[in-house]
């Protein structure tokens, strides 16, 4: 005697599913697709708005303080601000690529070694146990937890004690791009570690005992394994870390801003602004801040995917 075996009904995910596959899903309403894209065209225009008045500004010839209009290109515009600031931003003699020369070194140094370091002490924390692991977690928590603010003067005062004189040599480590590297480095660090440790704890363990009993050891592991999963959380955290060396202000101001030859683009632009701001050329300090904001902006807009990915990538742990 046969029996014939009847085909189990597929469970309400799986039919949901199905369905999305199949595109079979539900269309919305057309009075909610209006109403969502009205919101959407809302929000855009409130981004935006901010962005379209800086640029109104930067090519506006009367270097007023705000537009008398809602003019996108005012009367008489013209390029001549931009033009300036690329050629002599500021009555120092260094010149806007200079400037844009000691931030890019601030921000990759401060974005590569803070990742290099944040990612090698997130594994340990992640798949080790040594004693004081839990104490130090803790720690690196309340460190991060700080103002930045409140740890300027005593690594104005650690890093001013390197000097160097040697040979007529004389060379104080705070008062360079290097300390203040260093200093950018030591803020950014505990989120490095914090951010790629709560990622890597979501990688599963198999695939390293899968690759021990290959006889991988444990550099390899972490190498070959674990960093190419961490890729994701590894590009956000170095995009983050990048961000926040570009833009630096306070620490580069407070340890090299008697030298305008080691100023920033923060440092550049902050000097523009006359007292009380009645003296600030507002073109030129328009066109000066979309040209800082600019390759920032264009390095998220062609990798936004990838970087939304990673900021999204581990939030469930599975």
């Not at 005012?74 to 806007?96: C, E, R």
């Not at 000066?288 to 581990?314: K, N, T």
Request: overall charge positive; charged content about 10%.
């Amino acid at each position: 005697m046969t029996t014939i075996a009847t085909p189990r009904r597929m469970p309400f995910v799986s039919r949901a599913f199905a369905r999305a596959r199949g595109g079979d899903e539900r269309r919305m309403p057309v009075g909610r697709q209006i109403v969502m894209q009205v919101i959407c065209i809302f929000i855009l225009l409130t981004v935006l708005f901010p962005i379209i008045w800086i640029f109104s500004m930067s090519i506006d010839p009367r270097n007023i303080s705000r537009p008398d209009a809602l003019n996108l290109i005012p009367q008489g515009a013209s390029l001549q601000a931009y033009a300036k600031v690329l050629d002599h931003p500021t009555n120092n003699p260094i010149s806007f690529l200079g400037l844009m020369a000691n931030s890019l070194k601030i921000a990759l140094a401060s974005s590569v070694i803070a990742v290099a370091i944040g990612v090698t002490a997130a594994y340990a924390f992640s798949r080790l146990r040594f004693r004081g692991r839990e104490s130090l977690m803790i720690a690196i928590l309340g460190v991060l937890m700080l103002p930045s603010v409140a740890v300027i003067i005593p690594l104005y005062v650690f890093i001013n004690q390197f000097k160097i004189d040697f040979a007529g040599l004389s060379f104080n480590l705070r008062a360079s791009l290097v300390g203040v590297s260093l200093a950018v480095i030591s803020g950014q660090l505990p989120f490095a570690i914090w951010n790629l440790k709560g990622y890597l704890d979501t990688i599963p363990k198999d695939l390293e005992e899968a690759a021990a009993v290959d006889g991988a050891s444990q550099n390899q592991i972490f190498l070959r394994v674990v960093l190419p999963l961490a890729v994701p959380a590894v590009a956000v955290t170095a995009f983050l870390g990048f961000l926040g060396g570009w833009t630096e202000y306070l620490t580069a101001f407070m340890f090299i801003g008697g030298n305008p030859n080691d100023w920033t683009l923060s440092i550049a632009l902050n000097s523009m602004v006359g007292g009380f701001a009645r003296t600030t050329t507002w073109s030129e300090f328009a066109a000066f801040a979309i040209l800082f904001a600019l390759p920032v902006s264009v390095v998220f807009f062609f990798f936004q995917r990838y970087l939304v990915g990673g900021l999204a990538v581990g939030g469930v742990k599975g």
